[in-house]
């Protein structure tokens, strides 16, 4: 069975400062994580996904994740918050043992960037 | 390119009534799957459908199914509707049926059950 947690409901960081969005997983087989936004009203919009290789992903709008297997955690992160980014944050994984197109998600966090 | 076109954006429905929602994936993209979300629940897997074959079925009883058809358009339908069903439906599309490929997400149908 695969899992993701998201330790945090809400994350609140001030404009300029780094942003940090904690998850991580558990999976039997090998892990495809993804994180995605969704902002009010609206649906999931995509930001970036660790397949394979370098451990250090870089998405949309100045994101990056880092995947970590000995801790099984893939944090997302961006090094200069907007107040636009301000919405709430999912990250999902896939279980590479199950082909198929489902995805587990996690609760999500809040993130409130204050100007 | 245009991306994953759900319909109707928002509906009404009675307790007791069924409901159909809409899919259109990304150009190309066969492989269609949907999900509800809830504040209580989140994020679930309803279904995912593959060159119109279901290939996975979440955790919902038999009133939720779907179906796709030979255009890769996908609908979903609720019968028996109950309050619980109130929700927002996502659906989604990806290009065929490897682990690593992205999925896209629709903006989603508001269906509001009274």
């Known amino acids: 069975a695969q899992s993701v947690a998201q330790p945090e409901d809400q994350v609140n960081v001030a404009e300029g400062n780094p942003l940090t969005v904690k998850c991580t997983y558990s999976?039997?087989?090998?892990?495809?994580l993804f994180w995605y936004v969704q902002y009010p009203n609206r649906g999931l919009q995509f930001l970036l996904k660790?397949?394979?290789?370098?451990?250090l992903v870089k998405g949309s709008y100045g994101f990056e994740a880092e995947f970590n297997k000995s801790q099984t955690s893939f944090h997302l992160k961006k090094p200069s918050a907007l107040v636009s980014d301000s919405a709430l944050y999912f990250c999902?994984?896939?279980?590479?043992?199950?082909?198929?197109?489902?995805?587990?998600f996690g609760a999500g966090t809040q993130v409130v960037v204050t100007p | 390119k245009a991306g994953v076109t759900q319909t109707p954006r928002y509906l009404i429905k009675t307790r007791g009534q069924q409901v159909t929602l809409s899919c259109s994936p990304i150009?190309?993209?066969?492989?269609v799957s949907w999900y509800q979300q809830t504040p209580g629940q989140g994020l679930q897997f309803l279904f995912e459908?593959?060159?119109?074959?279901?290939?996975n079925k979440g955790n919902f009883p038999g009133r939720f199914s779907g179906r796709q058809f030979s255009n890769s358009r996908s609908e979903m339908n609720v019968s028996t509707l109950e309050l619980g069903d109130s929700a927002l439906y996502l659906c989604?599309?990806?290009?065929?049926?490897?682990?690593?490929?992205?999925?896209?997400f629709g903006e989603g149908s508001w269906l509001t059950v009274v």
């Open positions: 989604a599309s990806s290009y065929g049926l490897e682990s690593g490929n992205t999925i896209y």
């Open positions: 999976v039997s087989g090998n892990p495809y």
């Open positions: 459908y593959f060159s119109e074959t279901q290939r």
């Open positions: 660790y397949i394979t290789g370098d451990n």
């Open positions: 150009s190309g993209h066969r492989s």
């Open positions: 999902a994984v896939r279980d590479g043992t199950d082909s198929w197109g489902k995805l587990q």
